[in-house]
């Protein structure tokens, strides 16, 4: 299967960090961990998502190296691209950022007209 990353426009959502960062693990009876091309650890955050309408969802956003973040923190992915995979009959679509930064302030109403 092509993967042709898609990008994603974080400027229309808000995300919350649910779950700290932690190394992503390729194979759990070795510990090993995953690298991207330059050899860093990808770690993978957990964060909620809402949109406009109120909807919340669940994702891992994968990055080069600890995002440092915590939990309960919002934040703003920076360069996020969403890629669709496929295995087994399965599929979905997993995301990358290259990093992220603590979320503008938003206005009282939370950004809904």
Not at 78 to 95: D, L
Request: contains cysteine.
């Amino acid at each position: 299967m092509r993967t042709i990353p898609i990008p994603v426009d974080a400027a229309k959502l808000v995300f919350t960090c649910v779950k700290a960062p932690h190394p992503r693990v390729l194979n759990r009876d070795t510990g090993e961990i995953k690298l991207d091309k330059t050899g860093q650890a990808i770690y993978e955050t957990v964060l909620s998502v809402e949109d406009d309408f109120g909807r919340i969802e669940l994702v891992k956003i994968g990055t080069s190296g600890d995002p440092g973040v915590t939990a309960g923190s919002e934040v703003t992915p920076i360069g996020m691209i969403g890629y669709v995979w496929e295995t087994s009959g399965r599929w979905g679509i997993s995301y990358r950022a290259a990093s992220f930064q603590p979320a503008y302030s938003r206005p009282a109403d939370g950004g809904h007209a």
